[in-house]
């Protein structure tokens, strides 16, 4: 293994950080921290409003009654049932499930009003 390819120093981004026993140092600021490479890259996952994770194409149900923004309007009962979800990237407002749903065409859905049926 070659040194090259330890990350750089968080603190400072020298790149002269070296591995000892098991964290990582930069000898330039004295920063130590821990090197958990399969924490870094695991996919974050989606969890329902229980804490089962969800994945693409779960079949949901609505737990709080929703109103849907588009043309039609209207809103989303409690209990309806939401099949072939898709994960998307957090919307930035909380919407990280996209859905057709019967008479409404795509919408966005929260994870936290949703559970996996
Ligand atoms: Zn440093």
Redesign the pocket.
């Known amino acids: 293994m070659s040194d090259d390819q330890l990350p750089p120093?968080p603190?400072?981004a020298?790149d002269l950080t070296y591995e000892s026993g098991g964290f990582l140092t930069?000898p330039?600021?004295a920063?130590e921290w821990t090197a958990d490479a399969e924490d870094a890259d695991a996919e974050p996952v989606t969890r329902d409003a229980v804490g089962n994770p969800l994945v693409d194409g779960d079949t949901v149900t609505i737990v709080k009654s929703l109103k849907v923004k588009g043309s039609g309007g209207g809103s989303l009962k409690i209990g309806t049932k939401v099949s072939g979800i898709r994960m998307i990237p957090d919307s930035g407002d909380g919407h990280d499930i996209e859905a057709k749903v019967a008479g409404f065409g795509e919408i966005l859905l929260k994870s936290s009003v949703v559970k996996k049926a």
């Open positions: 120093c603190e400072c020298s930069c330039m600021c920063h």
